[in-house]
């Protein structure tokens, strides 16, 4: 994480306050990622994060605007703060997602397994997290393809934009 903060940061000057405040953001940035399945229910999408160790519950943030095309002359001091919250998360939870798929990439997926699935986009603290429905083997019998089932619908991914969690035998 260190290494995304100097980079979000770089040579601009924040007061105490700014980077007291980007430090918070980061600390729930951190204590957001998923752990583990929280059910054996394959209806349930809740999974343990840090921060149910620290308030019993996922945390969560309202999404600001996206901001990270917008030019930083363009904005306040706290704009500034949040844009380089967005681009923090967006950097930090790509290499997140990343390094769960080379822990377990070359464990078998199952049908009725929980998974995050990686989208652009996302707003900081929002992990998009589904129940694989289906599997589609190719022709040579390795799967692929899958169908999830979200809390918003349907989708059907390649497997190489999802993250398989750890199972409660690995945590």
Same mark, same amino acid.
């Given at each position: &994480?260190?290494?995304?903060?100097?980079?979000?940061? #770089?040579? *601009?000057?924040?007061? $105490?306050?700014?980077?007291?405040?980007? @430090?918070?953001? +980061?600390? *729930?940035?951190?204590?957001?990622?998923?752990?583990?399945? @929280? =059910?054996?229910?394959?209806?349930?999408?809740?999974?343990?994060?840090? #921060?149910?160790?620290?308030? #019993?519950?996922?945390? @969560? *943030?309202?999404?600001?605007?996206?901001?990270?095309? +917008?030019?930083?002359?363009?904005?306040? !001091?706290?704009?500034? $703060?949040?844009? &380089?919250?967005?681009?923090?998360?967006?950097?930090?939870?790509?290499?997140?997602?990343?390094?769960?798929?080379?822990?377990? !990439?070359?464990?078998?997926?199952?049908? #009725?397994?929980?998974?995050?699935?990686?989208?652009?986009?996302?707003?900081?603290?929002?992990?998009? !997290? *589904?129940?694989?429905?289906?599997?589609?083997?190719?022709?040579? %019998?390795?799967?692929?393809? +899958?169908?999830?089932?979200? =809390?918003? %619908?349907?989708?059907?991914?390649?497997?190489?934009?999802?993250? @398989?969690?750890?199972?409660?035998?690995?945590?």
């Amino acid at each position: &994480m260190k290494y995304h903060l100097r980079r979000v940061v #770089g040579k *601009a000057t924040l007061t $105490v306050m700014e980077f007291s405040t980007l @430090l918070c953001q +980061v600390e *729930a940035i951190l204590n957001s990622r998923s752990i583990c399945s @929280l =059910s054996a229910n394959p209806e349930h999408l809740q999974v343990l994060t840090p #921060g149910h160790f620290l308030i #019993g519950t996922s945390l @969560l *943030a309202l999404p600001d605007h996206n901001l990270k095309d +917008v030019s930083s002359n363009r904005l306040s !001091k706290w704009l500034c $703060v949040q844009q &380089m919250i967005q681009r923090l998360w967006k950097q930090w939870s790509q290499d997140y997602l990343h390094q769960l798929q080379q822990t377990h !990439k070359w464990r078998n997926v199952k049908i #009725g397994e929980l998974v995050l699935v990686k989208e652009d986009n996302l707003p900081p603290l929002v992990w998009e !997290k *589904a129940v694989i429905s289906d599997l589609h083997p190719g022709k040579d %019998g390795l799967t692929r393809v +899958v169908t999830l089932k979200t =809390s918003t %619908g349907i989708l059907k991914r390649p497997i190489t934009k999802i993250c @398989l969690l750890p199972q409660d035998e690995e945590v």
